[in-house]
Every structure is written in C-alpha cells, then in structure tokens.
C-alpha cells in the first residue's frame, strides 16, 4: 500500500488510465470483430462501413500506446486485404 500523498495519487490515476484503455481496446477489438464478421457473411458495404471505423479506434489506441503503431498498421492492413478480397 502507497504511504505518501503523491503514491496514493499516483496509484488513483492509474486505475483511472487503466480503465480508460481497457475501454479503448476493447471498443477497437470489437470493431475489428464487425469487419471480419461482415467479411465473412459476404456483405462488401457492411464491411466497409465497419472498416472505417474500425480504422479510427486502432489510430486512437495507437495514439495513445494501447497498442503498439507497428501492430495498429498491421491489424489495419489485414483488415484492408480482408474487405478487398470480398467478390
């Protein structure tokens, strides 16, 4: 347990950064997850749609180290390939 002011404060903000990042990742997984899902149900305008969106929240948590920037461009270039691949 934190003894001083500053610790305490210290240990305050980091749970409140960690509970906003995990808000962040788990937004940006779960639009990935609706890009592939439309990918894999066929539907082109669907998951273009989602790919935009899915696009800003992994800059977002790329911005702001949640994850990564080598593995953000990543994910985005699979997605990309993904919803580019659907006749």
Known sequence: MPNTVSAKKRVRQ??????????????????????????????????????????????KAAGSHIVHANKAANQKRKLTRLVNAIA
């Open 14 to 59: 980091t749970q409140t950064r960690t509970l906003r990042n995990k808000v962040r990742r788990s937004t940006m997984r779960s639009w990935i997850r609706k890009v592939k899902e439309a990918a894999a149900a066929g539907d082109k305008a669907t998951a273009q749609s989602a790919l935009v969106q899915a696009y800003r929240h992994i800059d």
